[in-house]
């Protein structure tokens, strides 16, 4: 599985964002899939994380309410909805694919990693 997220980029504070992860080389069927983000200087922490086929989902507490993470699993494709952005989510945003269909907060739980793609908030 190849996993590529776009979809970031510069906001001001207070806006809003929406993250995408293509999947290729294999459908992301019986896959859980999360996000997770790394600031400078920062250990990598989880962000969201949706099981398959997007019944559960799993959100750290300091996106609760903000972030709202979902799939399209026709497209192949896992997306991150960011309002309310403030300088504090400032980092890049990296999906995953896990081996099985539940969430998991731990990154040890996800076995296919894409780049990653930089948020930045900043007025």
């Known amino acids: 599985v190849q996993l590529q997220a776009s979809g970031g980029g510069l906001v001001q504070p207070g806006g809003s964002l929406r993250l995408s992860c293509a999947a290729s080389g294999r459908a992301l069927s019986s896959y859980g899939m999360g996000w997770f983000r790394q600031a400078p200087e920062k250990e990598r922490e989880f962000v969201a994380a949706?099981?398959?086929?997007?019944?559960?989902?799993l959100y750290a507490d300091s996106v609760k309410g903000r972030f709202t993470i979902s799939r399209d699993n026709i497209k192949n494709t896992l997306y991150l909805e960011m309002n309310s952005l403030n300088p504090e989510d400032t980092a890049v945003y990296y999906c995953a694919a896990g081996d099985t269909a539940y969430v998991s907060a731990l990154s040890t739980g996800y076995k296919y990693w894409g780049p990653g793609t930089q948020v930045t908030v900043s007025s």
């Open positions: 949706i099981s398959w086929p997007g019944r559960n989902t």
